[in-house]
């Protein structure tokens, strides 16, 4: 199986912030990471896919990156709403895998 | 827009089959693999296994043992069998509609449905 680290595991910022998250793959696999959104008793929210294309009616303000083994995640001007639990996932090889989650709390 | 309405039993005893139905309302069923996943409580997010709509699947090797997948295309629906649970297995289960056949990310998730299992 392929393993996906995220780092760190969670992240204090305040409002207006800019953020990165991180995720490392155990072995490339080329640009097949997606990126998902959880809510507290929510179903995760898709945001972005192919490591930097966004999902329809995500808004830019979510950007992805990488190729191979590391990839980011990165929100600018933080919001509250933005304040959740982030996700990647490899979609390139069976079983797909999850990262562990990256927790982001408002300072 | 696809929406994904599942449904099942949330309380289990151990030993007994996890029964689980997710039902798809708008869009294409054809065309895409259905995923099912899992939360455990706090935890992080695990792929059980997914299926098309000609009944070809594929399966997590951790739960392929206990897992089954199956479709009703006349219905739109999939569901998840999962045999012999134990407490381990109590999670939040998700269906997911993926976008497309061969390494296609998720897209669509449904709302979610607590299992409990406990004697």
Same mark, same amino acid.
């Given at each position: 199986?392929i ?22 793959a155990?072995q490339g696999i080329s640009n097949y990471l997606a ?11 898709s945001?972005v896919y192919a490591a930097?294309s ?13 190729s191979g ?11 509250? /709403? ?6 990647c996932q490899q979609y390139s090889s069976y079983p797909y895998t ?6 982001? /709390?408002?300072? | ?23 798809? +309302? ?5 065309g895409y693999y259905w995923s099912?996943? &899992? ?8 792929w059980?296994?997914e299926?098309n709509?000609?009944?070809s699947?594929n ?6 043992? &206990? ?25 939040? +289960? +998700?269906?997911a509609k993926e976008g497309g056949y061969g390494r296609f990310p998720l897209t ?12």
């Open positions: 199986d393993q996906m680290t995220q780092s760190p595991s969670s992240l204090s910022a305040s409002v207006g912030d800019r953020v990165t998250i991180t995720c490392r155990s990126w998902f959104q959880q809510k507290p008793g929510k179903a995760p929210k945001l930097s966004l999902q329809s009616g995500v808004p830019s303000k979510f950007s992805g990156g990488g083994t590391d990839f980011t995640l990165t929100i600018s001007s933080l919001q509250p /709403e933005d304040f959740a639990t982030y996700y999850f990262g562990q989650g990256t927790k982001l /709390e408002i300072k | 827009q696809v929406q994904l309405q599942q449904w099942g039993a949330g309380l289990l005893e151990p030993s007994e089959t996890l029964s689980l139905t997710c039902a798809v +309302y708008g869009g294409s069923f054809s099912w996943i &899992r939360q455990p409580p706090g935890k992080g997010l695990e059980i296994g299926i709509h000609s009944g699947t399966y997590n090797p951790s739960l392929k043992s &206990r897992v089954t997948i199956s479709v009703d295309t006349s219905k739109n629906q999939f569901s998840l069998n999962l045999s012999s649970v134990t407490a381990a297995d109590t999670a939040v +289960y +998700y269906c669509d998730w449904g709302q979610g449905t607590l299992v409990t299992v406990s004697s």
